[in-house]
């Protein structure tokens, strides 16, 4: 994944596109792509096939995790399954803290499966060698690298953070858009239209960028200085699923939250 990819795309979509300049609004962006992918055409619908072969692995790894540790259950526990019970409890505390303690537990299993999932993938965007792999075109990497993934999960917690409080509070969750004074109305309006982009932004830019920086560091300096910049990215990488699920549980909380 290159910038090179940017400009020739931009080149193609712009005939008299100049590299030096600014980029017009007028540009088609929805024909822009960096890098190149493997598609799937499906109807009419054209999809990021590289994307779904990662995700599939990543939720294949999880699912395999759970099997072999809930498997044969023991009341001391040890291995496996002592870590899906620290997982457990771990989730369980961020979704009441978060949530609160009335209705967090209706929300521990999605909370749960967002962290999971962005934790395992992007610790296997840093820890395996997808490159090695070869597809007809494109190159496979972490899922959460591709803005399309990011803006899915984005847009699960709006949808989420809307049924939960209506569903707990029905019409009266409209009383929050005016809460504390109807002055804060457009305010809140606006704010459920920059909840999804900064979670998906944060998320996508950070992954993105930490893969492109160690891919730099590989080609430059391939046995000195990646090493240690690729734990610096496992750090990263477990902070930014740390941070999507608890804001996404901080988002639930917020809407099921009576205000008084």
């Known amino acids: 994944m290159s910038a090179s990819g940017f400009f020739i795309h931009v080149a193609k979509a712009t005939p008299n596109f100049n590299p030096m300049a600014p980029l017009p609004f007028f540009i088609p962006f929805a024909e822009l792509e960096v890098g190149k992918h493997l598609y799937w055409q499906l109807g009419n619908l054209r999809i990021h096939g590289q994307v779904f072969l ?24 040890h291995g496996v399954q002592n870590l899906l ?29 967002l962290f999971l999932f962005i934790f395992v993938s992007n610790w296997g965007g840093a820890l395996v060698p997808w490159r090695l792999i070869h597809l007809p075109s494109g190159e496979l990497g972490a899922p959460t690298a591709d803005i399309n993934t990011t803006v899915a999960l984005a847009l699960l917690v709006s949808l989420s ?27 809140k309006i606006v704010e459920d239209f920059t909840k999804p982009l900064s979670l998906s932004f944060r998320l996508f830019g950070n992954i993105l960028a930490d893969e492109l920086v160690v891919a730099v560091l590989v080609f430059l300096v391939p046995l000195v200085l990646p090493v240690p910049v690729m734990f610096l990215g496992l750090f990263t990488s477990a902070i930014q699923a740390l941070i999507f699920a608890t804001l ?3 988002y639930i909380g917020e809407a099921v939250e009576e205000h008084h």
């Open 85 to 113: 019970e620290f997982l457990w409890d771990y989730i369980r505390d961020l979704a009441r803290t978060q949530i609160g303690e009335k209705v967090y537990r209706d929300w521990m299993p999605f909370i749960g499966t």
């Open 54 to 77: 990662t995700s599939w692995i990543v939720i294949g790894a999880l699912l395999a995790l759970v099997v072999i540790g809930t498997k044969k259950m023991e009341r001391d526990p």
């Open 161 to 187: 953070y809307f049924y939960a409080g209506l569903s707990n509070k029905g019409l009266r969750y409209f009383e929050y858009y005016v809460h504390p004074t109807p002055i804060m109305l457009p305010f």
């Open 248 to 250: 996404a549980a901080y």
